[in-house]
């Protein structure tokens, strides 16, 4: 074949050989080479179908996030090193019909986020995890089909194209596991107010020194003989109230229902409580547990443990105090303070954006897990003009005022939280609150609900 008979195909032709690449039949190519202009024609459709289908994923106001959208790019160099030795100059023309061949199982998915953002999916599709993850699983087998048919079509046998399969599944699982985030984010509709800011001065960092010094120093010992409540309370965004509001509001919930006055450390960064709290900070996390480790029964006791904070999409717990650097927290990070510590009985609460997917890290047979959301949805409330989010106010302030059991509390304030985001229209559908609760933690938590209802009217908390 002529270098003319090899550009014959056009644009039209690659276009019309890669949609039926996508239904698992034959390009029909022959020796054609796709060209540089065509390469880069169908790469720029492919982008902007994914932009603007992706923007109608989000309900309302967004922000293009361009690091979140560039990270899986890295996906098409590995398919480039993986197939190029197995297809020579030939890679460029599986590229191009791959580009288009994906666009079709990439549309479905898109089209059915844009309706569950939207609110088109009937109710009873919109909240079955079956469906969610068997649409997921579908269009993954349909994904890894065309990259079999393509295979083929290229002349890949037997051991080459398992390789080229599995290379490619491992490709496509690495992005997908590492790179969650969307291009577009949903865009808060509520009005941003400049905050007071923070002053660095020496003063500052010798008072913080002397709160954090004095909180541990006051920290009461354990009484032999009871399962003592110590509670940790984390609030590192300091431009917002709704934090340290909370923050508060379950530091002050600990001491007087749980029997933990002078059990409790509230770790805070807000410019209002520089000379009273000491900072939010990794350091201090880890410091405070260290320090409750050191008072408590660490084999009976039980450590509450309370964050409360913006999120995103790579699960990290935000932390601001302009114009001090604050790293944000990872659940990791918190399973191995806690471990280190050796504090056996654990309950944590993580009130935040896609903090479900802190359970897995922090899970165990002797802890209990509660999140505000699940890994793939925001929570609500945690704006400047919110006075608690949703999750603390329903479990917190709401439930855990009428029972002492954690669980029971979690149960009640779900179906509370679902209706007030519906009545709200949280654009993003219901944050579907996590919880994991570890069987031999279960009796400790039994047992100190019991002895706090059972002491007398006076002294019960």
């Known amino acids: 074949m002529n270098e003319t008979d090899a550009d014959a195909l056009g644009l039209r032709g690659w276009l019309r050989a890669g949609l039926r690449a996508a239904f698992l039949r034959a390009p029909e190519i022959g020796q054609a080479r796709v060209r540089p202009r065509e390469l880069l024609a169908i790469a720029l459709l492919a982008v902007a179908v994914e932009l603007a289908l992706g923007r109608l994923e989000v309900d309302g106001p967004a922000i293009f996030n361009l690091r979140a959208w560039l990270a899986p790019y890295w996906s098409v160099a590995g398919i480039l090193v993986l197939l190029w030795p197995l297809l020579g100059a030939a890679v460029t023309g599986w590229l191009a019909l791959w580009l288009v061949a994906a666009l079709v199982p990439g549309t479905v998915s898109q089209l059915l986020a844009i309706a569950h953002a939207h609110g088109l999916l009937p109710p009873a599709l919109a909240e079955s995890a079956l469906f969610a993850w068997g649409s997921y699983l579908l269009l993954w087998t349909w994904s890894m089909a065309i990259v079999v048919s393509l295979g083929r079509s290229f002349g890949l046998r037997q051991r080459r194209l398992a390789g080229a399969v599995a290379g490619l599944f491992l490709v496509f699982a690495v992005t997908a596991w590492q790179f969650p985030e969307r291009a577009w984010e949903a865009q808060s509709a509520e009005v941003q107010e400049e905050a007071p800011r923070l002053v660095l001065t020496q003063e500052n960092f010798e008072i913080q020194e002397a709160a954090f010094e004095r909180a541990v120093e006051s920290l009461a010992p354990q009484r032999p003989g009871v399962t003592d409540v110590y509670g940790l309370v984390f609030a590192p965004f300091a431009t917002e109230d709704v934090f340290l509001k909370e923050s508060t509001l379950v530091a002050d919930l600990l001491a007087q229902r749980f029997d933990a006055k002078g059990r409790v450390l509230q770790l805070v960064n807000h410019v209002d409580t520089v000379e009273s709290l000491p900072w939010a900070t990794p350091l201090n996390l880890k410091r405070s547990i260290e320090a409750i480790a050191a008072r408590m029964d660490r ?8 964050l409360t904070s913006h999120a995103a999409s790579d699960f990290q717990l935000a932390a601001a105090h302009p114009p001090l650097t604050v790293d944000a927290i990872s659940p990791g990070e918190l399973r191995v303070a806690l471990d280190e510590a050796g504090i056996r009985n654990r309950v944590v609460a993580i009130s935040a954006c896609y903090s479900g997917a802190w359970v897995g890290p922090l899970a165990s047979n002797t802890t209990l897990v509660m999140t505000a959301a699940d890994a793939d949805h925001t929570s609500y409330g945690c704006g400047r003009l919110s006075e608690l989010t949703y999750f603390g106010r329903a479990v917190f302030d709401e439930q855990l005022r009428r029972t002492h059991s954690f669980e029971q509390a979690f149960a009640a304030a779900v179906p509370v939280i679902r209706q007030r985001e519906q009545e ?37 908390p």
């Open 424 to 460: 709200a229209g949280k654009p993003d559908g219901f944050s579907n609150p996590q919880i994991s609760v570890g069987e031999d933690l279960r009796p400790v938590l039994q047992a100190l609900a019991s002895r706090l209802e059972a002491l007398p009217p006076a002294a019960r």
């Open 299 to 306: 084999e009976h006791d039980l450590l509450v443990v309370y």
